[in-house]
């Protein structure tokens, strides 16, 4: 099931990369290929012990998967198995002893995962770096889904919940999915959670607005959807590449 639903996830985002070009221009070819381990030092080990009596993963998947990482000397690396854990917001690797490491904070600047396609294309990636907003930090890793002046961002978590039913006397703790967006514009070095409508977006990209505005006017955006909001900062950032 779980690679079922790994699967699908990567479709749907493979086919969202390949309609607003994220990862244009990114030759993954030149990416040198290294053990995490030989570049990476004071991760710590991770243990499961307080995670066994918790249903569910903490984890984006529980496999580990190829990647390329951006490391904060702004060089990239492939060859590298990665996973996610959304509720710290850490990178876990596997060091050259085949042993799980948490990455320290902000060490990687950036994560790619892999095209399930058996190439090295990109499907998506995860940044930090960002401005600090209520509830994060600059470590915090965002799911980006555009490269340029501005970017949505998806901040993707999970969190420990507990239930109780009648049938139990002590509450069952799960983890439970968690999801919020942000606009984030280096125009201005400013990154708010994003609120439907026009208005704001138009506020977010307002050395722009009146181009936007018309184009949003031309599609019929009311900027009520991520998808609408995607597009709109992807029309953006090609105002400056003109």
Request: charged share 25%.
């Amino acid at each position: 099931m779980k690679t079922l639903l790994f699967f699908t996830f990567s479709l749907l985002v493979n086919s969202l990369s390949a309609q607003i070009g994220f990862f244009n221009g990114l030759n993954t070819n030149q990416f040198q290929k290294i053990n995490l381990s030989n570049a990476l030092t004071g991760g710590l080990p991770f243990t499961t012990e307080d995670n066994l009596n918790i249903q569910g993963s903490p984890f984006l998947f529980d496999e580990f998967n190829d990647a390329f990482v951006q490391l904060r000397d702004d060089k990239f690396y492939s060859g590298i198995k990665i996973r996610f854990n959304l509720e710290t917001n850490k990178i876990h690797y596997l060091n050259q002893d085949k042993k799980e490491m948490v990455a320290d904070n902000g060490i990687i600047k950036r994560l790619y995962f892999k095209s399930f396609d058996g190439t090295d294309s990109i499907a998506y990636s995860y940044g930090c770096g960002y401005p600090e907003s209520p509830g994060t930090t600059v470590y915090t890793y965002f799911q980006e889904y555009n490269s340029g002046v501005a970017s949505f961002l998806r901040l993707h978590s999970k969190m420990i919940v507990e239930r109780k039913t009648l049938a139990t006397v002590d509450p069952a703790k799960q983890y439970d999915e968690k999801e919020s967006y942000y606009v984030y514009n280096s125009n201005y070095k400013k990154m708010v959670k994003w609120k439907k409508g026009k208005d704001f977006i138009l506020d977010m990209l307002a050395d722009k607005s009146v181009e936007v505005g018309n184009y949003m006017k031309q599609n019929r955006m009311e900027c009520k959807s991520t998808d609408d909001a995607i597009r709109i900062i992807q029309f953006y950032n090609q105002l400056f590449t003109k």
